[in-house]
């Protein structure tokens, strides 16, 4: 069918032998007595030629010993003459022809369109007709079809939900799905870190599978291209409390913590064991409250202050979260506790008049009175405590017993510091 069609329009022998006088043949040789060795012939293939959508194409038919004889172009799978010899049959203003030295014969394909693709012949119309065949791939990157993807996402934790994503290219592009943070997905029981193919199904979705989706395709084909698809899954609020027993002394500043998780965002608050509402950080009482919050996705960290500790203040507190889905709430409770010991303590002793008598009694020697050793590992002074012990008419006499001084004086220092203790 492609030899008749070149034949028709080009040789069309037939009509060559009722040409009337003076009119020139369309070839200028007797086939019959042309030999072989004259004849033109193709001095190279035809090489494929492989162009992206949208570029140029170029392919090239090199002919030796062409002379008289015409070369044509021809699509073969529409059986389309594109040209002949000097001059472009085709309308598609897309299709250009170029030559050189009557050997080289070009033809040029602008923009290049998927409808491009396919097998070219080169032909010269001898009688046989010789040809030559080259391939024309139109390559295509890939695309993302917007309309039988998936847009933005807002589900119900603990429902099945499944991301789409439709590419078209040619080759046909490979469409995996990975989220945009690196992290792993959770998909059936396994955590991987990509899925292949055009549809991800999570079953039985949680908070945890919250977060950007990238839906990327590719072919060879540059570029490759993605789509950004952010899930989000609702759930009702959930509360943590760390420490849900903090202690205070009067005067001191504290800080009361918890964790909240909830999507919608939550209203958070706190509220005091009166009843007192605490939002947005706004105090209720001058400066005596200080609120604030930082969040992490679905998760919001709270922090209230409480400044200058006083016995009022102490009791119970709420932290509070809710939105559309649900309510919950958690206790802290801030009790007293004794203020800390002083560092550094200088404690006076004055024996009474019975531990004076109690001592003259005892016998000892001057040396025994002179080294008086603090001998008690058990009693502990925290930092530095430094007892001064004045002893008033205890005179040195020489005994061969020693008196256990150390004992007395530690007596009277236990009670002297739980004395200030509790002052």
């Not at 604030?292 to 016995?311: E, P």
């Amino acid at each position: 069918m492609i030899r008749t069609a070149f034949i028709l329009v080009v040789l069309a022998p037939g009509l060559m032998s009722r040409r009337p006088k003076g009119m020139m043949p369309f070839l200028f040789e007797d086939f019959n007595m042309v030999s072989d060795s004259v004849l033109p012939k193709f001095a190279e293939p035809i090489l494929n030629v492989t162009v992206t959508v949208g570029k140029d194409a170029l392919m090239a038919c090199v002919v030796e010993n062409l002379r008289n004889y015409k070369v044509a172009w021809v699509k073969v799978d529409t059986q389309t003459i594109l040209s002949i010899h000097h001059s472009v049959i085709t309308q598609n203003p897309r299709v250009s022809l170029s030559y050189n030295d009557h050997r080289s014969w070009y033809l040029h394909i602008s923009n290049v369109q998927d409808v491009d693709r396919g097998w070219y012949m080169c032909q010269v119309n001898t009688d046989p007709m010789r040809s030559r065949q080259g391939y024309l791939q139109v390559v295509v990157p890939p695309r993302i079809l917007e309309k039988d993807s998936s847009t933005d996402m807002v589900v119900r934790e603990t429902s099945d939900v499944s991301l789409q994503c439709r590419a078209k290219g040619y080759p046909d592009p490979y469409v995996m799905w990975r989220r945009e943070d690196g992290k792993d997905i959770n998909y059936n029981g396994d955590m991987v870190n990509v899925v292949d193919g055009e549809v991800l199904t999570i079953k039985k979705v949680s908070r945890l599978h919250m977060g950007a989706y990238l839906c990327i395709a590719s072919n060879g084909v540059p570029p490759s291209i993605s789509r950004r698809v952010f899930l989000r899954v609702q759930f009702p609020p959930m509360l943590s409390i760390a420490n849900q027993l903090e202690g205070a002394y009067v005067g001191q500043d504290v800080s009361l913590e918890c964790q909240t998780e909830a999507f919608p965002s939550s209203i958070n608050y706190w509220t005091t064991e009166r009843g007192d509402m605490i939002v947005n950080g706004k105090p209720v009482r001058g400066e005596k409250y200080e609120t604030s919050s930082i969040d992490q996705g679905y998760s919001r960290f709270m922090t209230l202050k409480i400044r200058n500790v006083t016995k009022r203040d102490f009791g119970s507190y709420q932290c509070v979260a809710k939105n559309s889905l649900g309510e919950t709430d958690g206790v802290i409770k801030l009790e007293e506790i004794p203020v800390p010991v002083s560092k550094t303590t200088a404690l006076n002793v004055t024996l009474s008049e019975k531990d004076r008598s109690k001592m003259k009694q005892e016998r000892y020697s001057k040396q025994e009175a002179e080294e008086y050793q603090w001998q008690d590992t058990d009693f502990v002074v925290e930092e530095e405590i430094v007892p001064t012990a004045v002893f008033e008419d205890v005179p040195p006499k020489a005994s061969s017993s020693k008196i256990n001084l150390s004992s007395i004086v530690l007596t009277l220092l236990s009670h002297l510091i739980t004395a200030e203790l509790f002052s």
